[in-house]
Antibody, heavy 117, light 107 residues
Framework: QVQLQESGPGLVKPSGTLSLTCAVS?????????WSWVRQSPGKGLEWIGE???????NYNPSLKSRVTVSVDKSKKQFYLKLTSVASADTAVYYC??????????WGQGTLVTVSS | DIQMTQSPSSLSASVGDRVTITCQAS??????LNWYQQKPGKAPKLLIY???NLEAGVPSRFSGSGSGTDFIFTISSLQPEDIATYYC?????????FGGGTKVEIK
């Protein structure tokens, strides 16, 4: 079964670092997919954060680029999101997703991360 | 960044009604536009790609049209299971950007 599954702390302190993992199953992480992170603030729309290809190539949203790192571990079939210097505005549901071409067909179920002391 | 403006932000319609949502890009994006459906507590689901192509397995009552800066998403006959928020998304330029969403409710 093709599946993405996010995991990570649900609560992060302000100025801290948000770290999430996305486990990939049922599809090769070395396939022709870009592995992405998208977030959705409570009651708000969708914001694309960034993505990585299995080769290590990355693309980031310029609005977050100074704080974001997306990485991949092919041996573990996982990719990761790190967001530094978080603030309350970073409270959101974080989705990992995979695009083939320009279609996002595969999504995780989402994980809520709250930034609060 | 390319700004995507959806309207209306919400609408209420009866079962069987034709529903139309518009999406306007801040610059020409050709036909590089997708439409997604998001139900509460769920991840988005791709319905339409490249402005007018129906994704496999998606009911034919959903359709999309447009090019350049102006796009339309249509549900030809609204069904109870279509209650959701719909988003357009451009992929002409990075960063990928989404419209603000249109929440569809049953009257």
């Amino acid at each position: 079964q093709v599946q993405l599954q996010e995991s990570g702390p649900g609560l992060v302190k302000p100025s801290g670092t948000l770290s999430l993992t996305c486990a990939v199953s049922g599809v090769s992480i070395s396939s022709a997919n870009w592995w992405s992170w998208v977030r959705q603030s409570p009651g708000k729309g969708l914001e694309w954060i960034g993505e990585i290809y299995h080769s290590g190539s990355t693309n980031y949203n310029p609005s977050l680029k100074s704080r974001v790192t997306v990485s991949v571990d092919k041996s573990k079939k996982q990719f990761y999101l790190k967001l530094t210097s978080v603030a309350s505005a970073d409270t959101a549901v974080y989705y990992c997703a995979s695009r083939y071409g320009w279609k996002y067909l595969l999504w995780g179920q989402g994980t809520l991360v709250t930034v609060s002391s | 960044d390319i700004q995507m403006t959806q309207s209306p932000s919400s609408l209420s319609a009866s079962v069987g009604d034709r529903v139309t949502i518009t999406c306007q890009a801040s610059q020409d994006i050709s036909n590089y536009l997708n439409w997604y459906q998001q139900k509460p507590g769920k991840a988005p689901k791709l319905l339409i790609y490249t402005a007018s192509n129906l994704e496999a397995g998606v009911p034919s009552r959903f359709s999309g049209s447009g090019s350049g800066t102006d796009f339309i998403f249509t549900i030809s006959s609204l069904q109870p299971e279509d209650i959701a928020t719909y988003y357009c998304q451009q992929y002409d330029n990075l960063p990928l950007t989404f419209g603000g969403g249109t929440k569809v409710e049953i009257k």
